[in-house]
């Protein structure tokens, strides 16, 4: 019972994605019920026990602690408790993550890979232009709308995280890509489908685990090494902008992060950039 109001408060005031609101519920429910745990009774050497007992990277030991201490916080506002046990546990030390960054020519190499002769190939090659050239996140190119989309202007309307809307840029090729691909589209199943852009071949919204897999398969038929995912490409974008000048703040717009510090971490930038951008621009140059 009380996980469910805790579901609705985190749907409706807080306005969180499903995906999120998933997670932290599950990382709850799996804490409570490790050892039969009451919700009031809870101590923080409760919670120390519970994460070092778990087989799980510090990364996602910390992603729980976030999520337990984010569900006692709501236990403290609504009377079910009266302070928060997971304020007092000491989250893990994490490095800076830094995920895999294609080079262009890599990106170009998995894009030259789609077989353009099917519907299939012309919708394969329009979600990877919509990842790299947009930047979108897995689930924003999943769910991207038809009408949201600006071929006059250049830009898409994206509905990213907490519902919160952003216009990025549409590039000449991936607009292109998405032309192809809208003249061999798939009917719609049903009027649901009818204005979500990438389909099934049933006609059908692709899932986020069907982009992932053709991610894999194209950089596996290009020959890449790397271990790749969708959001490579959004961080691969992101890399290749301030690289090539792109002022943080407008990346940070164009990817909808809230704080320009997750920003600064999705793009770090190679040493001979920033040495070359420093010495250009020292006041004492």
Known sequence: ?????????????????????????????????????????????????????????????????????NFFDWCVQEGETKENPAALVDSPKLGKYLPAVLSVEEVSAIMDSVDLKSSTGKRDRAILEVLYGCGLRVSEAASLRISKINFEEGFVDVIGKGDKQRLVPLGEMAADAIKAYLEDRPVPYSRAQENILFLNKFGKSLSRVSIFNLVKKQAMIAGIQKEISPHTFRHSFATHLIENGADLRIVQEMLGHESILTTEIYTHIDSSTWHKAVLEHHPRR
């Open 1 to 69: 019972m009380i996980l469910q109001e805790y579901r609705n408060y985190l749907m409706i005031e807080r306005r969180m994605s499903p995906n999120t609101v998933a997670s932290y519920c599950h990382d709850v429910e799996a804490f409570l019920k490790s050892d039969g745990l009451d919700p009031s009774s809870v101590t923080s050497s409760d919670i120390e026990s519970y994460l070092g007992s778990i087989d799980v990277s510090k990364r996602s030991s910390a992603r729980i602690l976030s999520a337990l201490r």
